[in-house]
T-cell receptor
């Protein structure tokens, strides 16, 4: 099976712009979670989508949003970018989170905000 | 609030020795605990999951223990190899099925 894929792998944006990141989960996986990783804060949970619905949410401002499509692919959007949004954004998929808890991470999207 | 602590300093060991990494948590009673490995520039890779009613779990050269009284998990790599060099993260579920909080990770360096 192909692993979790994320596009783009690298992105440079200017403060104030918005950005959309994409994630394709492992085939058959219905849950997609997003994490932000920075040297200072480590890995932090952003949100999780299951069957096109946001099921869990972390403590991030409303500038961070996401959605999931019927094929389980997911996108996350960050509006009005700030310098502090520079991070590695990781997407993880799992079967459903109820009977199988392992999460499979993608390679991440490295976002740099200048 | 819930908190996870891992040894923040790097762990340097000699090839062939056993590496032991620690994960402590507070204000929390998780149903399970997970360990992941992360290489530079890559996403974490799932290694092992141990449930609250399990004391120990093994997978090849890996062993995880879970002491819910001490609120601590130990992660062991026996007969360590340079290829085991990476950052190891522990993670606990909080408030939702796939809502994980991660420790800061411990960087392991295995020297030939």
């Amino acid at each position: 099976k192909a692993g979790v894929t994320q596009t783009p792998r690298y992105l440079i944006k200017t403060r104030g712009q918005q950005v959309t990141l994409s994630c394709s989960p492992i085939s058959g996986h219905r849950s997609v979670s997003w994490y932000q990783q920075t040297p200072g804060q480590g890995l932090q949970f952003l949100f999780e989508y299951f069957s096109e619905t946001q099921r869990n949410k972390g403590n991030f401002p409303g500038r961070f949003s996401g959605r999931q499509f019927s094929n389980s692919r997911s996108e996350m959007n960050v509006s009005t970018l700030e310098l502090g949004d520079s991070a590695l954004y990781l997407c993880a998929s799992s079967l459903d989170g109820q009977s199988s808890y392992e999460q499979y991470f993608g390679p991440g999207t490295r976002l740099t905000v200048t | 609030s819930q908190k996870i602590e891992q040894n923040s300093e790097a762990l340097n060991i000699q090839e062939g020795k056993t590496a032991t990494l620690t994960c402590n948590y507070t204000n929390y009673s998780p149903a399970y605990l997970q360990w992941y490995r992360q290489d530079p520039g890559r996403g974490p890779v799932f290694l092992l999951l141990i449930r609250e009613n399990e004391k120990e779990k093994r997978k090849e050269r890996l062993k995880v223990t879970f002491d819910t009284t001490l609120k601590q998990s130990l992660f062991h790599i026996t007969a360590s190899q340079p290829a085991d060099s990476a950052t190891y993260l522990c993670a606990l579920p909080t408030g939702g099925y796939n809502k994980l909080i991660f420790g800061a990770g411990t960087r392991l360096a295995v020297h030939p």
